[in-house]
């Protein structure tokens, strides 16, 4: 979302989306930095926009640095690299995606990336039914990559083959082959996953047993007990007659601590790589993505959790306070509010991002036909 806010605001004659990328690792870069190579592009095709091209990419880049400078969300934007364009939100910005997310439900992995692409793609396929993991493999990747598209902006033709698609409830295939037997022992939703994991060249082969494994190392089972983790929090918080209120009174300076920041931080990255792996015909880029964002979710409820175990909520501010005065975010979002809060308006906010989290979580799931499971 963050990176289409950006797209929108530098309003290039080419589109920047697909562009970004994280900033470098131990640059000192801040939480919500982002680099993108578009200066590169309009150089590369001589237009500008209205820039100035004297010099190449580095002016280019410079004259978008300036177009953002007046945003009250962005907190930096510079050259880097000899014409990289590096942009760093400001923290406020990043806390209301837990809003945003919440708010657009499974439309959070939607973007315009891959407008005007025409895809056409299997409607769905029935992994049981396939001879060999090859072939399921590549029948899983047809039909997944139509779904990435479309979520991408691409118009997608579906397809209807009866030989592939399986009937809700229906038996595995009856010539059953290690496909059908690995489902049969681990679970269609852990197969799916495992085999979006796998590049779409060199071998094709699964262990059914590991794939069934309880066992945090095993991204299958990782990433959907992250999402049942979430709706337990959430279920949890319900019982205690803790909810979200209003959007309205969403206080974003108080998910300041380092693993809230963190996590937001992936969430803004969903958009970008379900178009990713889309473009790249990968479906391993978005299910990689998903275990970095159930990584990302389990860490922050280890040290900022919304419900403690026994139902106490956190007694003070969300880590440290969010610095800089410009702690804005897109026009039109709530202002934070200065000052300590009681510990409820804390939790609040934290039962945001967790639902922000479940809800992202369960959108990537279902772009890999990959059930999201409410206990485990």
Not at 145 to 162: F, I, P, Y
Not at 217 to 244: E, F, I, K, W
Not at 353 to 375: E, K, N, Q, S
Request: proline residues 7%.
């Amino acid at each position: 979302m963050i990176t289409g806010d950006l797209d929108r605001a530098l309003s290039t004659p080419i589109s920047s989306a697909g562009t970004w990328r994280p900033a470098p690792r131990g640059g000192g870069s801040a939480p919500g930095t982002y680099a993108t190579t578009i200066a590169f592009l309009l150089a590369r095709r001589g237009t500008t926009g209205g820039t100035s091209d004297t010099g190449g990419a580095p002016a280019i880049a410079a004259a978008l640095a300036e177009r953002l400078h007046g945003l009250e969300w962005v907190s930096a934007a510079a050259v880097t690299g000899g014409g990289y364009l590096t942009v760093t939100v400001t923290s406020g910005a990043l806390a209301r995606l837990a809003v945003r997310i919440t708010q657009a439900g499974p439309a959070c992995c939607r973007s315009e990336a891959l407008a005007g692409l025409t895809v056409t793609a299997p409607a769905a396929v029935n992994l049981a039914s396939t001879r060999t993991w090859a072939q399921a493999r590549e029948r899983l990747a047809a039909t997944v990559l139509g779904r990435l598209a479309e979520a991408s902006g691409a118009r997608v033709t579906w397809t209807h083959d009866t030989e592939r698609i399986a009937a809700p409830g229906s038996p595995p295939h009856p010539a059953a082959g290690p496909v059908a037997e690995a489902i049969g022992y681990a679970g269609a939703g852990p197969v799916a996953y495992t085999l979006a994991c796998l590049p779409p060249h060199g071998p094709a082969s699964l262990d059914a047993r590991l794939v069934a494994a309880h066992d945090l190392r095993n991204p299958a089972y990782a990433v959907r007990y992250a999402h049942a983790h979430a709706v337990s929090t959430l279920r949890q918080a319900a019982d205690l007659g803790l909810g979200l209120a209003d959007a309205a009174e969403f206080r974003p300076h108080l998910l300041a601590h380092p693993s809230e920041q963190a996590l937001l931080y992936e969430l803004s990255w969903l958009p970008e790589r379900v178009a990713r792996a889309a473009r790249r015909g990968r479906l391993d880029v978005l299910a990689r993505f998903l275990e970095g964002l159930a990584g990302a979710y389990l860490v922050c409820q280890e040290t900022s959790p919304a419900v403690r175990p026994g139902g106490a909520q956190d007694s003070g501010s969300s880590g440290v306070a969010m610095g800089g005065a410009r702690d804005g975010g897109p026009p039109g979002a709530a202002a934070p509010v200065p000052g300590d809060q009681p510990g409820s308006q804390v939790t609040v906010a934290r039962l945001w991002l967790a639902t922000a989290a479940r809800t992202a979580l369960h959108a990537g799931l279902d772009l890999l036909g990959v059930d999201a499971p409410d206990r485990m």
